[in-house]
């Protein structure tokens, strides 16, 4: 059975961003202690002949999430999942922490596992990844979720790698190729509302990334920021009431905050591109997605490199999945918005969106 240390999560609503945040929790995101292997994880020859490469040796891996949504859970799960077929089972022990959305909790959790003498931090968001880095210079650190390392990390010359005890992968998509979905499907919009959390860097980093190719395609671009989940619902109303659209990036607090974004711009008719599927399907018609439980398969598979291989985490290049248009059909339907025939409807394959074209 793979091994995953349970520690005893709170209150269920403390998992939301809108609730108060209190002492750290945490959760197995994947459901199960099980050694089940899903999604893309390698065939059984490749398990099998690293299992047998590393027999013998046992790895504690500490996994520090900052929410859960479904996003950050996917990651989690692709990580644990593919991690556990290429060490094997019995190998390996994950302790999978939750700080319900408090940056707080991330240095709690990360400080605790240093002290645990762990042999290598997941960190799943930025928050996460920022807690990590600041509590061991030493361990092994692997982000996911993570949309600028150089931002995150504050590296000013930023060339791909960190140089020190940190990787990762990425979740970014292309930001121009973004903007680009905003001029596809709303060619005739004239204000575009950049809506995100303030107090997270990364979104801030898509804001400026994707305003100049917004700009370029002759829209007037405004900002509405919010601090955190208590004013995000004047923020919204606020950026409907005056925008033709909205792009939200990759954001942990929208992403957890997606009900009452969707319940204030669905009564207004007004449609919101997002930077992840997760957002998107939450409140949005349109994003240029990701796979996250692909994105946590690539993690682990540096993870191996790290831990079994000997790679250099500090020459290692971040990682990066490939990005599929998808949409929300319900939305898109109701809002009267005719998608083109490139773009896969959220909850439906590639190889049957084909077929129905």
Known sequence: MRKTKKILAGAMAAFMMTAAFAGCGSTDTTGTTGGK??????????ADSAVAKIEGKSFNIGV??????????????????????????????????????????????????????VDLIMANATPALQAAYTATDSIPILG???????????????????????????????????????????PDAKKVGLLYCSAEPNSKFQIDTITPYLKDANYEVKEYTFS????????????????????????????????????IAAPKNIPIICGEEGICEGCGVATLSISYYDLGVKTAEMAYDVLVNGADISKMEIGYAPVTKKYDKARAEALGITIPTDYVAIGEDAATADEAN
Request: hydrophobic share 35%; with cysteine.
């Open 64 to 117: 520090c999430q900052l929410v859960q949504h479904v996003a950050l859970d996917a990651a989690t799960e692709g990580f644990q999942d593919k991690l556990t077929a290429l060490l094997g089972e019995d190998n390996v022990t994950f302790t999978i922490q939750n700080a319900q959305g408090d940056s707080a909790n991330c240095a709690t959790i990360c400080n605790q596992f240093v002290a645990d003498k």
């Open 37 to 46: 292997t899903t999604g893309t994880t390698g065939g059984a020859a490749t």
């Open 228 to 263: 955190d989940s208590n004013d995000i619902a004047a923020v919204v109303t606020s950026a409907c009431d005056e925008c033709d659209v909205l792009y939200i990036p990759t954001d942990n607090t929208a992403a957890s905050n997606t009900g009452i974004i969707d319940n």
């Open 144 to 186: 996911t979720s993570v949309t600028h390392y150089g931002t995150a990390l504050d590296i000013k010359d930023w060339k791909g790698y960190s140089e020190n005890n940190v990787s990762g992968t990425s979740d970014l998509a292309p930001l121009d190729e973004q903007a680009k979905i905003v001029s596809e499907l709303f």
